[in-house]
């Protein structure tokens, strides 16, 4: 089964606005890795978080995540059109393979 | 740096064909490179971990004999898919890490589509 959750599952916003988006896992992690996918493409990596950090930036991007809740949130601060993508979080647990899970689709409307 | 390219990009093919995907990390060696199969509008789906130099280690539920996973060398890792059916038409995307990934980021290929007639 997929150990990550992401919602919501589509989104769509104006251009200027932000955009989160959530995901959650079931088992403890080393880490938490956000990627886009752009439609027929390969993944770009966005972001990891490990398991001992709370929050996290890279330039528009702002990362949380809550070990407790097992959840992570991935902000997009005032979003582009070129933003429109499906965003993906992946966990990494004892072993180095990925688990994804369903993605959020997010449209930004110029 | 951390580029990874698949080939081919598409392709279409014959029910009862093989098809082998190749997977090249350009710019670093690759100690490890995974495969995933998506579907339309799904996620991934994890089909198999490879290291170099030693056979695949497969997701339960993927058939080994179907999907041959060769990872000959530090920079290339191919896919087969045998005797392939259209129910085999997916997306298939690699990805690799290595040392100069610190073994954490997976770096994705662009994918290959494959459509089995």
């Known amino acids: 089964s997929q150990q990550g959750e992401e919602d919501p599952q589509a989104l769509s916003i104006q251009e200027g606005e932000n955009a989160t988006m959530n995901c959650s896992y079931k088992?403890?992690?080393?880490?938490l890795q956000w990627y886009r996918q752009n439609s027929g493409r390969g993944l770009v990596h966005l972001i990891l978080?490990?398991?001992?950090?709370r929050e996290k930036h890279s330039g528009r991007l702002r990362v949380t995540l809550d070990t407790s809740k097992k959840s992570s949130s991935l902000l997009i601060t005032a979003s582009r059109a070129a933003d429109t993508a499906s965003y993906f979080c992946?966990?990494?647990?004892?072993?180095?393979?990925?688990?994804f899970g369903k993605g959020t689709k997010l449209t930004v409307n110029p | 740096g951390a580029v990874v390219s698949q080939h081919p990009s598409w392709v279409i093919c014959k029910s009862g064909t093989s098809v082998k995907i190749e997977c090249r990390s350009l710019?670093?060696?690759?100690?490890?490179m995974f495969w995933y199969r998506q579907f339309p509008k799904q996620s991934l789906m994890l089909m198999a971990t490879?290291?170099?130099?030693?056979?695949?280690?497969?997701e339960q539920g993927v058939e080994k004999d179907k999907f041959l996973i060769n990872h000959a060398s530090l920079t290339l890792s191919t896919l087969t898919v045998t005797s392939a059916h259209p129910e085999d038409s997916s997306f298939y995307i690699c990805?690799?890490?290595?040392?100069?990934?610190?073994?954490?980021?997976?770096?994705f290929g662009p994918g290959t589509r494959l459509l089995v007639l």
């Open positions: 088992t403890s992690i080393n880490n």
């Open positions: 490879s290291n170099e130099g030693s056979k695949a280690t497969y």
């Open positions: 978080i490990r398991s001992n950090e």
């Open positions: 710019d670093f060696q690759a100690t490890t």
């Open positions: 990805s690799a890490i290595g040392l100069a990934t610190l073994q954490e980021t997976q770096y």
């Open positions: 992946g966990t990494q647990g004892g072993s180095e393979k990925l688990v």
